[in-house]
């Protein structure tokens, strides 16, 4: 039997590779040239550093400093500990070209069955996981920028599916590879139109849960179909973009102008560019985790894991570009979830005004949705049952320990609003 061919990612994959240069290379320009020895005060400005950053840390200028103390004492020179470095670059350097090719040659595939469709419109569908479900229909909406499997990745590993187990109905709307329609949206477009005829064609009000920039939607929608939502779960759900770090997300918006000539081309923000993005947020992480992944046995249900996550972040939907200019210039640049500028439709999106059962989930050591930025919705929407999760962005949802970090909450928050389940 053959086997399926190599993987494309991580993507971008030259990006990647050029970090990881990168990082050795500064590494390396911090060895200072042939001199006495050193003084405790002289070596933290002199140590190469094999996890080099722009800038350095607080925290990595005081570890500098105690490590430079202690070879300082020792009479140890900058040369033998420039070796050393360059020793152990090597090594992360084999160990991250091992990770890489034993991902992209991993035999494992989704395999998991196809939810049955009930609706469609352009290239979305509305899939139930529960057909006849006697308990509470939820209807999850996902992000816009990443397939919507996520919430049904893999075996053992589908939020959706152990809801359905437990005796709920969940139902995922799949937005979809954006065609020529769908790439002249934006954000009304997609609530007032497609989101809420999704809702309609359901017979009977659901509750809406909208994971990442999916809760931004689910929550404009229930504002203005509340006769359609019963109840709104809000899981790492951004709102204030400036709460945590507010220039790096001007710095996000400022890109704009770079971008525009690709969604000018392709009437949308294409994968790679969007993929970037997201790499740039931690840009050393993605390859230090391919070095953890080559350590792990590749037969044992961690890797299996690891591929299905990985295959699932690298295989990304293009952004439509009047949504990818309203999402980095608005939400972004100029905050106006928080500052109560956003519209759908021409109506300020306000959660003060979504007077209905509310659950957020805020990840504790989520780095693509701060805290702070999701604890201003919670704070927004009265009456909000707020739990934290410990865990990140995506391992709230689908890592090792989602079933306690997420699913058993958002259960148990079902079960308190007196439905069946």
């Known amino acids: 039997?053959?086997?399926?061919?190599?993987?494309?990612?991580?993507?971008?994959?030259?990006?990647?590779?050029?970090?990881?240069?990168?990082?050795?290379?500064?590494?390396?320009?911090?060895?200072?040239?042939?001199?006495?020895?050193?003084?405790?005060?002289?070596?933290?400005n002199a140590w190469p550093n094999w996890n080099v950053g722009w800038p350095r840390s607080s925290f990595g200028r005081q570890e500098a400093a105690r490590i430079g103390a202690v070879l300082a004492a020792g009479g140890h020179q900058p040369e033998a500990f420039r070796a050393a470095v360059l020793r152990r670059l090597l090594r992360e350097d084999r160990a991250l070209l091992r990770g890489l090719a034993a991902y992209r040659t991993h035999p494992h595939r989704r395999r998991l069955p196809e939810a049955r469709v009930i609706w469609a419109e352009g290239g979305s569908r509305l899939l139930d996981y529960a057909p006849g479900g006697a308990g509470p229909t939820v209807l999850f909406v996902p992000s816009l920028v990443n397939k919507a499997s996520v919430l049904d990745l893999d075996e053992g590993a589908s939020l959706l599916r152990w809801l359905a187990a437990q005796g709920a109905r969940p139902l995922l709307l799949d937005w979809g590879w954006p065609g020529a329609e769908e790439r002249r949206f934006d954000l009304t477009a997609y609530v007032a139109g497609r989101l809420e005829r999704a809702l309609m064609a359901l017979p009977h009000p659901v509750v809406l849960a909208?994971?990442?920039?999916?809760?931004?939607?689910?929550?404009?929608?229930?504002?203005?179909?509340?006769?359609?939502?019963r109840a709104l779960?809000?899981?790492?759900?951004?709102?204030?973009?400036?709460?945590?770090?507010?220039?790096?997300?001007?710095?996000?918006?400022?890109l704009l102008p770079v971008l525009e000539p690709a969604m000018g081309l392709l009437d949308a923000?294409?994968?790679?560019?969007?993929?970037?993005?997201?790499?740039?947020?931690?840009?050393?992480?993605?390859?230090?985790?391919?070095?953890?992944?080559?350590?792990?046995?590749?037969d044992g249900p961690a890797a299996r894991r690891f591929v299905a996550l990985e295959d699932w972040l690298n295989d990304g939907i293009p952004l439509a570009a009047p949504v990818a200019r309203e999402v980095l210039a608005g939400w972004y640049g100029a905050n106006t979830p928080a500052l109560g500028d956003w519209?759908?439709?021409?109506?300020?999106?306000?959660?003060?005004?979504?007077?209905?059962?509310?659950?957020?989930?805020?990840?504790?050591?989520?780095?693509?949705?701060?805290?702070?930025?999701?604890?201003?919705?919670?704070?927004?929407?009265?009456?909000?049952?707020?739990?934290?999760?410990?865990?990140?962005?995506?391992?709230?949802?689908?890592?090792?320990?989602?079933?306690?970090?997420?699913w058993r909450p958002l259960k148990e928050w079902l079960h308190s609003l007196a439905m069946p389940i």
Not at 13 to 21: G, T
Not at 233 to 253: K, M, V
Not at 291 to 296: C, D, E
Not at 349 to 356: E, F, K, R, W
């Open 1 to 44: 039997m053959s086997l399926p061919p190599p993987r494309r990612g991580p993507r971008p994959l030259p990006l990647h590779l050029l970090l990881a240069a990168q990082r050795g290379s500064l590494a390396l320009l911090h060895s200072p040239a042939p001199q006495p020895p050193p003084t405790p005060n002289a070596w933290p």
């Open 343 to 406: 519209r759908i439709a021409g109506q300020v999106v306000n959660p003060g005004a979504v007077a209905m059962p509310a659950f957020c989930a805020i990840p504790s050591r989520d780095r693509i949705v701060p805290p702070a930025s999701a604890e201003a919705l919670a704070a927004a929407l009265p009456g909000a049952a707020t739990h934290r999760a410990a865990a990140g962005h995506i391992g709230m949802v689908v890592g090792s320990g989602a079933e306690a970090a997420l």
């Open 233 to 254: 779960a809000l899981l790492a759900t951004p709102w204030d973009f400036h709460a945590a770090e507010p220039a790096s997300a001007r710095a996000l918006a400022a």
């Open 269 to 298: 923000l294409p994968v790679e560019a969007l993929q970037m993005l997201f790499a740039m947020q931690d840009p050393y992480a993605i390859t230090e985790k391919f070095r953890r992944f080559s350590r792990l046995p590749m």
């Open 210 to 229: 909208g994971y990442c920039m999916g809760g931004l939607l689910a929550l404009a929608a229930a504002q203005r179909r509340p006769d359609r939502v």
